[in-house]
């Protein structure tokens, strides 16, 4: 999560745009550890038992990513460089972004790895601009 966080911030401090910025954060977020993970021949038995094992430590990891992303769409609507649509909030954006991405790595057959950042960016863009607008 840091990783993520910091490639966020960098790609901001080099004028990235809003897609740049959240479809950066999702993929180190998502898709490192799914990289790593995915070249053992046990990849499926590790995802089980991760599940089986560790879900309520899972579920708190979400919630307080989704924290910190909520926050930086936040910010980047009172910069003026990202308008939510209607009754949507940032909270809501932020739970559609990260489902999307945990379901890109659970879709069968499974993404070629060298596809994968540009899935989370497409899923990302989709979403992004179904619930919001750049400035």
Not at 27 to 56: N, Q
Request: proline share 3%.
């Amino acid at each position: 999560m840091d990783n993520a966080r910091d490639a966020g911030d960098r790609i901001d401090a080099e004028g990235g745009s809003v897609l740049d910025i959240i479809a950066g954060i999702i993929d180190i977020r998502y898709g490192d550890l799914w990289r790593i993970l995915s070249v053992s021949p046990h990849a499926s038995e590790i995802k089980g038992m991760s599940f089986h094992l560790c879900t309520p430590l899972m579920v708190e990891m979400a919630i307080t990513f989704q924290a910190e992303v909520e926050t930086r769409i936040t910010r980047l609507v009172a910069e003026g460089r990202l308008k939510l649509k209607g009754a949507f909030t940032a909270a809501q954006l932020v739970q559609m972004l990260t489902d999307s991405a945990r379901g890109v790595n659970q879709v069968y057959p499974l993404a070629p790895l060298e596809n994968l950042s540009t899935q989370y960016r497409e899923t990302c863009k989709a979403i992004l601009y179904g619930y919001a607008e750049d400035l």
